[in-house]
């Protein structure tokens, strides 16, 4: 059951994500609010990686602290940056 829950909680993060990007309130906070797109599908690839670990039985440590010392969490958050960035040029 908690699986389902991890599941369905990080896939509506994504979700509430897209709802953000598409709403009105993006446009005159970026230049380039096209570009925050590019946020859902690092989201959907880093939430399916981390819970596809965590159901390999990989992932021992707290949430966080695996993003923090995981190398594929921190390139997906440095193309999360990128797109911010880039959103705001």
Avoid: K, Q
Avoid at 6 to 23: K, P, Q
Wanted: overall charge positive; charged content about 10%.
């Amino acid at each position: 059951m908690l699986r389902s829950m991890a599941t369905s909680s990080g896939y509506m993060a994504v979700l509430v994500m897209a709802l953000y990007v598409n709403s009105g309130e993006v446009l005159p906070l970026y230049h380039t609010p096209a570009a925050l797109w590019a946020l859902c599908p690092i989201l959907l690839f880093w939430v399916s990686r981390v819970l596809m670990l965590a159901n390999r039985g990989l992932m021992n440590d707290d949430p966080v602290v695996f993003a923090l010392r995981d190398r594929v969490s921190l390139l997906a958050g440095l193309a999360a940056l990128l797109a911010i960035v880039a959103a705001t040029l």
